[in-house]
């Protein structure tokens, strides 16, 4: 039984002169619930010249420093799952076409989410380890860093960009360096918008802290501050009358 992954098509937001899309068919697409996904990794098919774990936690903080998204992503540890599930998982296939029904000589991975309600419940990435040409042992650590990005961008509820330098953009040939265009800042920013009302934050500024009332010292300190000037201003204004008569 094959899976497809829902890699392309999505809502497009042309009124808004975005070029982003949402996975899947759904205008109202939400994400993951709780907008905080750990990722798990499956490298029992992985070859062993590629640091899977590596390039999934480095791929991660792309995503994460993301100023205008709550989102936050991290790598939780290992697994032997390999199906969709929540939290998502990252796995290596070797017989990837059959799975996944995308050619293994020009792919090298692929992404899928469930979801309930718009909202994204379950997920999971799956890596070329077969004996295509897009095997992943065949592409250099900048493109693998990008293509994994990419996927995981699509298990985080994005589709494909139409902007050519975003990594949403269907192929990593255009890419040369590893980093979000606004494109992709503006799609995971819609989907995961950041929450400036929260935690009793207001635009971004920390807490504003209680001040106690001042001590009897204080008070004092600020009662000869005020009079200090004004016993200043009454001496000179005195003595400028004396000199002038």
């Given amino acids: 039984m094959k899976i497809y992954s829902t890699l392309i098509l999505g ?4 009124m808004n002169a975005y070029s982003f899309t949402l996975q899947g068919n759904s205008s109202n697409l939400k994400g993951w619930a709780r907008g905080e996904v750990t ?3 499956n490298t029992s098919n992985c070859p062993g010249s590629v640091d899977v774990v590596g390039l999934v936690k480095e791929s991660l903080e792309v995503w994460n420093n993301t100023p205008t998204s709550s989102l936050k992503v991290k790598y939780g540890g290992s697994t032997t799952s390999t199906s969709s599930s929540s939290p998502p998982i990252v796995y290596c296939e070797t017989n990837f076409n059959a799975i996944t029904g995308a050619d293994e000589n020009s792919v090298p991975g692929a992404a899928s989410v469930n979801t309930t309600g718009g909202q994204i419940n379950s997920g999971f990435l799956v890596l070329n380890a077969s004996g295509g040409q897009s095997n992943i042992a ?8 990008i293509v994994m990005t990419h996927e995981i961008g699509h298990v985080l509820g994005l589709g494909h960009s139409q902007t050519a330098n975003a990594v949403m953009y269907y192929t990593y040939s255009f890419k040369t360096e590893l980093n979000l265009a606004q494109d992709d800042i503006d799609g995971i920013s819609y989907l995961y918008p950041s929450d400036e009302f929260s935690d009793n934050e207001f635009a971004g500024c920390g807490h504003v802290q209680s001040v106690p009332p001042p001590t009897p010292g204080q008070m004092l300190l600020l009662i000869l501050c005020l009079i ?5 201003y009454f001496k000179t204004k005195k ?5 002038h008569l």
Avoid: E, I
């Avoid at 003595?239 to 000199?243: A, P, Q, S, V």
């Fill in 11 to 14: 809502f497009f937001f042309s």
């Fill in 228 to 232: 200090m000037p004004l016993a200043v």
């Fill in 39 to 41: 990722f798990y990794v």
């Fill in 138 to 145: 065949n592409l250099s650590r900048k493109n693998l860093l």
């Fill in 239 to 243: 003595r400028f009358y004396l000199t």
